[in-house]
């Protein structure tokens, strides 16, 4: 399976420990960077992954941390002015694929989640959910089995977005599509969810949900985040 991290972004949020250092490569332990850590754990349960890292905010700092770590690493020289939609054009090629799991990099999860969901083959497109998390930055909506809506201004929700989503051969290619029509047209601020979205309302997309409920994961996006990091870690 081929997998795609996202680790283009500043991390402003963490600012000012995100200055000098991505929030990816923030230490969990002596031995691992949230990045590293997720790398080595797709690594555990699937031997023959293909992984490929999108960096942009510092990186030569990301390339050199992670040169022992048999991924491929794709840059995104314009990071500072471009939504993660631009990040996947720039690795689009990888989106030619029979399986393709795309993932935040700044995300933590235990060990199981990664063996049970993320590592597993899929037959039809999905994102990975929270039922039991209050509002995060990326909620959706649902209707039956299949998300009608992704966004950070949902009133109501049904569940937090937990940046994991899971494509299958036409899924992905259709995803391509989107995201080049995207850039084409000068949408360069624009996230891949607000892609699978488009897709949704424009092309009746059936796009699926699993809930992770009761799995332990976080999002590393504030300090207390950090100190959950290294919780989940020892899971």
């Known amino acids: 399976m081929t997998y795609i991290i996202l680790a283009a972004g500043k991390g402003e949020s963490l600012r000012p420990l995100t200055l000098k250092t991505p929030k990816s490569l923030y230490r969990l332990d002596r031995n691992s960077t949230v990045l590293q850590r997720m790398v080595r754990t797709i690594r555990r349960y699937d031997s023959a992954a293909e992984i490929v890292v999108v960096s942009g905010f510092m990186y030569d700092h990301v390339r050199n941390e992670m040169e022992c770590e048999n991924v491929i690493i794709v840059r995104n020289p314009f990071y500072a002015i471009t939504g ?9 090629k990888y989106l030619e694929r029979d399986n393709v799991t795309i993932l935040n990099a700044d995300i933590v999860l235990e060990d199981k989640l990664v063996e049970d969901v993320v590592c597993q083959n899929t037959d ?55 995201i080049d029509t995207m850039v ?21 997309f059936d796009l699926y949900y699993r809930d992770i409920k009761g799995y332990s994961w976080t999002e590393v996006d504030t300090v207390d985040d950090l100190i959950k990091a290294r919780e989940v870690q020892k899971q």
């Open 84 to 92: 993660s939609s631009v990040s996947l054009w720039f690795a689009k």
């Open 124 to 178: 039809k497109p999905f994102v990975l959910v929270d039922s039991g998390r209050t509002a995060g930055k990326y909620n959706v909506q649902v209707q039956g089995d299949k998300i009608c809506v992704m966004s950070k201004e949902l009133s109501s929700f049904f569940a937090q977005y937990v940046c994991v989503t899971k494509l299958d051969a036409v899924s992905a290619r259709f995803l391509l599509e989107e």
């Open 184 to 204: 084409n047209s000068e949408m360069y601020d624009q996230l891949f969810e607000d892609a699978l979205v488009q897709m949704i309302f424009e092309n009746d």
